[in-house]
């Protein structure tokens, strides 16, 4: 039974990467050798140089260099691949429209608490938008300047940072720390759409005797 529930893992892991690769490919999403290196780098400098990360990747992982390079480049290819599509102007059209009406519900005397839980993309859904107490410098300018700027009680309108678009509640005021609450709108949430993605796509499964089972993505 573990056996099995681990192929499964392993082959839901191989199709959600499969995934990933062939929307980096519809969107054009590359990486090029220089960006390896640069992350590699800086991943032996910490770990004491080239001998000593030789050591940790077959110690703990059974890795050889190029192993780590192809981690590095899929994981920055991820990362370049959330960046574009959260960044189009489409998703964030409609993330503010359906920010201005949670905001609308707000200032129609709605439960912040509860409209948090209910549309708020960040995990701090799950505690009713709590963010708990935070001091200056501890937030993105955007966000701390709209948080300083209100009084217990008072809600802000819509603050746009790079996380997406948020509605601020001051709960409380301490001097310099301030407890607040906030319901984060995303353009797009990058985890829940790869997870529908990799939902939805078409699979092709391969038999090999004596083999583990390889299951890709078909080509759309």
């Given amino acids: 039974m573990k056996l099995l529930v681990l192929q499964n893992q392993v082959m839901a892991q191989?199709?959600?990467?499969?995934?990933?690769?062939?929307?980096?490919?519809?969107?054009?999403?590359?990486?090029?050798?220089?960006?390896?290196?640069?992350?590699?780098?800086?991943i032996t400098k910490s770990a004491g140089g080239e001998a000593k990360l030789k050591e940790v990747l077959n110690k703990?992982?059974?890795?050889?260099?190029?192993?780590l390079?192809?981690?590095?480049q899929?994981?920055?290819?991820?990362?370049?691949?959330?960046?574009?599509l959260t960044s189009d102007p489409a998703y964030d059209a409609q993330a503010k429209a359906k920010a201005q009406d949670v905001l609308k519900q707000v200032q129609a005397n709605g439960d912040f608490a509860a409209?948090?839980?209910?549309?708020?993309?960040?995990?701090?859904?799950?505690?009713?938008?709590?963010?708990?107490?935070?001091?200056?410098g501890q937030m993105v300018p955007e966000f701390e300047a709209a948080a300083y700027a209100l009084q217990p009680g008072q809600v802000s309108g819509l603050v746009k940072t790079k996380y997406g678009y948020h509605i601020i509640k001051v709960n409380s005021r301490n001097g310099d720390q301030i407890?607040?609450?906030?319901?984060?709108?995303?353009?797009?949430?990058?985890?829940?759409?790869?997870?529908q993605q990799t939902?939805?796509?078409?699979t092709v499964v391969f038999l090999k005797l004596d083999q583990p089972k390889a299951s890709l993505p078909a080509q759309q």
């Avoid at 899929?74 to 574009?84: G, T």
């Avoid at 409209?115 to 200056?136: I, P, Q, W």
């Avoid at 407890?179 to 997870?195: C, M, N, Q, R």
């Avoid at 939902?199 to 078409?202: E, L």
């Fill in 14 to 42: 191989l199709k959600s990467d499969a995934v990933v690769r062939q929307l980096a490919a519809k969107n054009k999403v590359t990486v090029s050798n220089a960006e390896v290196k640069t992350q590699l780098d800086q």
């Fill in 60 to 67: 703990y992982y059974g890795w050889n260099v190029n192993d």
């Fill in 69 to 72: 390079k192809k981690k590095i």
């Fill in 74 to 84: 899929f994981q920055l290819l991820k990362q370049k691949l959330q960046d574009k």
């Fill in 115 to 136: 409209l948090a839980k209910k549309y708020s993309h960040d995990t701090s859904a799950a505690n009713v938008g709590e963010l708990g107490s935070f001091g200056k």
């Fill in 179 to 195: 407890d607040a609450s906030h319901i984060l709108i995303k353009p797009l949430d990058f985890d829940e759409y790869l997870a």
């Fill in 199 to 202: 939902k939805d796509a078409k």
